[in-house]
């Protein structure tokens, strides 16, 4: 690869399998610091973020949650929420 960048957006997974391990409070630091350096249009960052490390709450999203099914496994998840109030424009679909 050309360079460091390059070669970790080419090498990156998806995981779907998890031992159910507790991550570290550390590590949940690391990775939100690393999603709030994201950019946004005009800086506006219309997201935040809700880290949910309680077993009880990771199985109720489980069972609700069509797409989160990995969570029965998963030491933790962090849920990405975007605010609409924040972001100054809108989406047009044109069909």
């Known amino acids: 690869m050309e360079n460091e960048t390059l ?17 570290s409070f550390d590590s949940l630091i690391k990775i939100l610091r690393a999603a709030m350096a994201a950019p946004s249009a005009v800086n506006i960052q219309p997201w935040s973020f809700v880290v949910v490390t309680k077993r009880e709450t990771l ?30 424009f809108s989406v047009k679909i044109i069909g």
């Open 59 to 88: 199985d109720e999203l489980c069972s609700r949650l069509p797409y989160a099914k990995m969570l029965d496994k998963a030491g933790a998840a962090i849920v990405v929420c975007v605010s609409r109030t924040k972001m100054r």
């Open 7 to 23: 070669n970790t957006i080419y090498s990156r997974r998806s995981v779907r399998l998890f031992t159910g391990a507790k991550v």
